[in-house]
């Protein structure tokens, strides 16, 4: 079975309410993290994207290929569902923009492992043994029943549709990977452990 077109996609269009600033721009590799991450997956994908809110497009550098949120649906779906209806022959591989421990080999490894006949490919840890919707390849497939997920009002949330879909878990080799930096204190955890040796 031929591998459908993989494209990248980080998601930065939340409003970061608990962080207190947006933690798309907060620079733990030099970079605003968006940027960071978006490079990353240029390496991987065949086209990357960000995927924003409207009044974020200023704020973008014009090298920068951006995907903008058509607000149909609420959560992380508004930005994935977003992408899907732009190319929806793609698959996605997409990451949340508060990933400050990602890196390029947990990527690859996730890419390597992707089944696409499954609805996703997505990271899991160990404990938890529950996907990450948000450090995953979305399928066309996943993405389509997705929305019938939605229509039928069951929930909202991308990681109830995968537990209850055909999903590959992957266990990262390095779960700190997997960090989200959500809040204050998440943030200076992430910190310490970039300048751990």
């Given at each position: 079975?031929?591998?459908?077109?993989?494209?990248?996609?980080?998601?930065?269009?939340?409003?970061?309410?608990?962080?207190?600033?947006?933690?798309?721009?907060?620079?733990?590799?030099?970079?605003?993290?968006?940027?960071?991450?978006?490079?990353?997956?240029?390496?991987?994908?065949?086209?990357?994207?960000?995927g924003i809110r409207e009044d974020q497009q200023e704020e973008?550098?014009?090298?920068?290929?951006?995907?903008?949120?058509?607000?149909?649906?609420?959560?992380?779906?508004?930005?994935?569902?977003?992408?899907?209806?732009?190319?929806?022959?793609?698959?996605?591989?997409?990451?949340?923009?508060?990933?400050?421990?990602?890196?390029?080999?947990?990527?690859?490894?996730?890419?390597?492992?992707?089944?696409?006949?499954?609805?996703?490919?997505?990271?899991?840890?160990?404990?938890?043994?529950?996907?990450?919707?948000?450090?995953?390849?979305?399928?066309?497939?996943?993405?389509?029943?997705?929305?019938?997920?939605?229509?039928?009002?069951?929930?909202?949330?991308?990681?109830?549709?995968?537990?209850?879909?055909?999903?590959?878990?992957?266990?990262?080799?390095?779960?700190n990977v997997l960090l989200n930096a959500n809040s204050k204190?998440?943030?200076?955890?992430?910190?310490?452990?970039?300048?751990?040796?």
């Amino acid at each position: 079975m031929m591998e459908t077109e993989l494209f990248g996609l980080v998601l930065s269009g939340g409003r970061s309410t608990r962080m207190g600033l947006d933690k798309s721009i907060i620079s733990y590799h030099g970079l605003p993290q968006r940027e960071y991450l978006y490079h990353m997956l240029t390496k991987l994908c065949s086209k990357t994207f960000i995927g924003i809110r409207e009044d974020q497009q200023e704020e973008i550098p014009a090298d920068i290929q951006v995907i903008i949120d058509r607000d149909k649906y609420k959560g992380p779906y508004n930005g994935l569902l977003s992408a899907h209806e732009s190319y929806p022959r793609a698959a996605w591989l997409v990451l949340a923009c508060d990933l400050p421990l990602m890196n390029s080999s947990a990527l690859e490894q996730l890419v390597k492992e992707r089944n696409p006949k499954a609805a996703a490919t997505a990271f899991a840890t160990q404990l938890s043994e529950l996907p990450e919707p948000l450090c995953a390849i979305w399928e066309p497939s996943g993405l389509q029943e997705s929305i019938k997920f939605l229509e039928s009002g069951r929930a909202t949330c991308p990681r109830k549709f995968l537990i209850a879909s055909n999903v590959k878990l992957v266990f990262p080799t390095n779960e700190n990977v997997l960090l989200n930096a959500n809040s204050k204190e998440d943030f200076e955890e992430a910190i310490t452990k970039l300048e751990a040796p």
